[in-house]
T-cell receptor, first 117, second 110 residues
Framework: GAGVSQTPSNKVTEKGKYVELRCDPI?????LYWYRQSLGQGPEFLIY????????DSGLPNDRFFAVRPEGSVSTLKIQRTERGDSAVYLC???????????????FGQGTRLTVV | GQQVMQIPQYQHVQEGEDFTTYCNSS?????IQWYKQRPGGHPVFLIQ?????EVKKQKRLTFQFGEAKKNSSLHITATQTTDVGTYFC??????????FGAGTRLTVKP
């Protein structure tokens, strides 16, 4: 596709339920990132994939959060037993390689707004 | 761990006035990136600075990277209403990902 695609754009779920958020990165981008953004805050790093493997998952807040990227393209962020504090915009970004490399920008999707009620 | 701090948190200017946002890191950065996020939108890459003391310009925007590579600034000359949004700086942590500052939210009064 032309850009990073995230679905759904909005998700309302009840406390305690399980949710999956999908990210379809730009074709050919090996690096994929998940961020979480609360109102008035900057994007908060969650997890980074290089290819199929999670190169850095140190930003995941607890074991209720898990992400996969089985074929090195589409990624799914999974949240179990959702809590009201999980409400935020979940952003996915991709880049040709890891963004620490000079000259590599991250391309963000539009995000999924998750609301836990 | 590495933290990226931005000031000010908010800035309201009259159209035509200048605007500057500052970014400071607790550690030396290999590079720093700047992003703009319009209200309701997603972050969009503006520029990356790599060299100590580097200065880059994009039309009315001037980006600087400090000599010690621990701070950076974005200056907008003669703001326009199209400049409205939140400006984020981001620096790499452990060369794996970019850590974002809290951003500076710019509003412009026409």
């Amino acid at each position: 596709g032309a850009g990073v695609s995230q679905t759904p754009s909005n998700k309302v779920t009840e406390k305690g339920k399980y949710v999956e958020l999908r990210c379809d990165p730009i074709s050919g981008h090996t690096a994929l990132y998940w961020y979480r953004q609360s109102l008035g805050q900057g994007p908060e790093f969650l997890i980074y994939f290089q290819g199929t493997g999670a190169a850095d998952d140190s930003g995941l807040p607890n074991d209720r959060f898990f992400a996969v990227r089985p074929e090195g393209s589409v990624s799914t962020l999974k949240i179990q037993r959702t809590e009201r504090g999980d409400s935020a915009v979940y952003l996915c970004a991709s880049s040709p390689t890891w963004t620490g490399a000079a000259g590599t920008e991250a391309f963000f999707g539009q995000g999924t707004r998750l609301t836990v009620v | 761990g590495q933290q990226v701090m931005q000031i000010p948190q908010y800035q309201h200017v009259q159209e035509g006035e200048d605007f500057t946002t500052y970014c400071n890191s607790s550690t030396t950065l290999s590079n720093i990136q700047w992003y703009k996020q319009r209200p309701g939108g997603h972050p969009v890459f503006l520029i990356q600075l790599v060299k100590s003391g580097e200065v880059k310009k994009q039309k009315r925007l001037t980006f600087q990277f400090g000599e010690a590579k621990k701070n950076s600034s974005l200056h907008i000359t003669a703001t326009q209403t199209t400049d409205v949004g939140t400006y984020f700086c981001a620096g790499p942590r452990n060369n794996n990902d970019m850590r974002f500052g809290a951003g500076t939210r710019l509003t412009v009064k026409p």
